[in-house]
Each structure stands twice: as C-alpha cells, then as structure tokens.
C-alpha cells in the first residue's frame, strides 16, 4: 500500500537505493537557493516537465488546478513507482488495491498505465506542502483532486523503474 509523509518519514519506512535520486532531488526542491527550486517556481499552469535523473527515473514536473472529485480517475503503472511529492498547495489523492477497481482503460504499454472507475472503498490522503505519496504497480491513485476549492498545484513526480 502506499507511503506517504513528509521527506524523513518516508526516507524512514523506505530502505532502497532507488529512490536516492529523487529524495536528493526533494531535498534540492526545499532549498530556496538551489536551481531546482528556482525552476519549479517558474512553471506555468498547465505546463509539464520532463527532467531525466538517470536511464532508470524521471521526473514530471507539473502546474494544474486541482478538480472536483468526480472529474478523475484512478491510474495505475506497471514499469514505474510514482512519487508524487507536492511543491505547492494541496490535494487529495485516493488509493485503492488495482485488483479492487473497474478497469476503464486497459493497460498501455507505451503509456505505462491503466485507467478505472471510481470507487466507493478507496482510501484517502490529503498530501500538503512539501509532503510526497510513493505508489506501487498495485496501487491504484487518483490524485489531483481538490481538498476545499479548485486551486493551483506545483508538483514533481518521480519515476522510478520498478
């Protein structure tokens, strides 16, 4: 099931070399003075991103506003782990076991996802400033969805080769 917290929280629950990358990369993102920082606060609405970390992950950097609940859908990957760390504002974001949803969209290899239904079960979590939600294959996540109002988002996700 899904970790999410702040950055140490999650480095605590998470023993893998991975994911070093892109929690250097977080780290880079909470310093005012870096380039990362600098960057990402330069990002338009509707823009994304795409920084290449290593032949193994990625990032999508990314500047929305967030929506009304029933205008998403859960997703799921098959080759990445998603870290979605939230630069700014907040959102909630659902989680359910893949196994659990409606399939809408078959999986898309090229893509590397699946699209379903809405469910009545999922778990929610409300990720703030500078906190990040890590998603396996079997997670399926519907982030993206306003907490009180529709407002804007800048959030980085990470792609982490499974």
Partial sequence: MAIFGNLETVKAQVDNT????????????????????????NIGLDECNKIVLDENSFILEQAYITKDKKDCLFESHKKYIDIQYMFEGDEIMEVENVNNLLIQTPYKEDLDYAKYAQSLNSSSLVIRKNELAIFYPNDAHMPCIKVNEN??????VFKIAV
């Fill in 18 to 41: 991975k994911f070093e990358k892109a929690f250097l990369y977080i780290q880079k993102l909470q310093d005012k003075n870096s380039f990362e920082y600098k960057s990402i606060c």
């Fill in 151 to 156: 407002k804007k988002i800048i959030k980085a």
